[in-house]
C-alpha cells in the first residue's frame, strides 16, 4: 500500500497561533518606531509618588510593596486596581494610564510601574494589546513594564521606557536604597564639616 499527501496550507495552532499575532505585532510597532530607545524616558531619580498599574490581591504587588518599603520607606504609592488577565484586561490598564496623567499635579505620579506575576502567553495576553502599548507610547509619565518573570516578554516590555524582568526588580529600579542615601549624607556633612 502507498499513500500520498499533498499540503496545500500549514498554520500552527495553540501557542503557534499566539506567537505569530504576538511577532506581528511586535514587528508592525518596530517598525513604527515605538520601541526605538530615543524615545524612551529616563526615570526620575528620587520619585516621592509611584503609581502601580496592576491587580490589587496579587503576589506581584506584595512584591512591589516590599522590596520598596525596604529601600525607600518615604515613598508614596498610588495604586491604579485593575484585571491583569482576561478578555478586557488591557482596556482597563489602559485606562489606569491615562487616569494616572489626569490627576491634579500635586497627587500625579512621577512615573508609572505596570506589573503583575508570571504566567503563560495566555495569561500574559493582555499586555501584547495593541492600544494599551500605543496608550503607553503616549503616556506623558515614564513608564515600566514589570510583567511577568525574568523569561517572559510581552509587547508592553518593548515599548515602555524601561522593562524590570520581576515586580521586585522594579522596586529596585525605582528606588535608591535609603542606606546608600544615609551614608552619602554622612561623607558629605563630613566634607563640609572638614571645609
Known amino acids: 500500500d502507498r ?3 499533498v ?3 500549514v498554520q500552527s495552532t495553540g501557542a503557534g497561533a499566539l506567537q505569530a499575532k504576538f511577532d506581528a505585532l511586535k514587528q508592525k ?3 513604527e518606531g515605538l520601541f526605538d530607545p530615543g524615545r524612551k524616558r529616563l526615570l526620575p531619580p528620587h520619585p516621592v509618588r509611584v503609581g502601580v498599574v496592576t491587580s490589587p490581591t496579587g503576589a506581584a504587588l506584595r512584591d512591589f510593596l516590599h522590596v520598596l518599603e525596604r ?4 515613598v508614596r504609592v498610588l495604586l491604579f486596581p485593575v484585571r491583569v488577565q482576561g478578555t478586557g484586561a ?3 490598564i489602559a485606562r489606569a494610564v491615562r487616569d494616572a496623567q489626569t490627576l491634579p499635579a500635586e497627587f500625579r505620579p512621577e512615573l508609572l510601574v505596570l506589573t503583575r506575576g508570571g504566567g503563560s502567553m495566555e495569561d500574559l495576553w493582555e499586555f501584547n494589546d495593541e492600544s494599551l502599548a500605543r ?3 503616549a503616556c506623558s509619565l515614564p513608564v515600566v513594564s514589570a510583567v511577568g518573570h525574568e523569561i517572559d516578554f510581552t509587547i508592553c516590555d518593548f515599548v515602555a521606557d524601561v522593562r524590570a524582568p520581576t515586580p521586585s526588580a522594579a522596586a529596585e529600579i525605582i528606588s535608591r536604597d535609603s542606606e546608600d542615601l544615609r551614608r552619602h549624607l554622612r561623607a558629605t556633612t563630613l566634607r563640609m564639616r572638614r571645609c
Open 90 to 92: 488591557a482596556g482597563e
Open 7 to 9: 499540503v496545500r496550507f
Open 3 to 5: 499513500y500520498q499527501i
Open 29 to 31: 510597532l518596530q517598525a
Open 135 to 137: 496608550e503607553i507610547a
Open 71 to 74: 529601600r525607600s520607606p518615604g
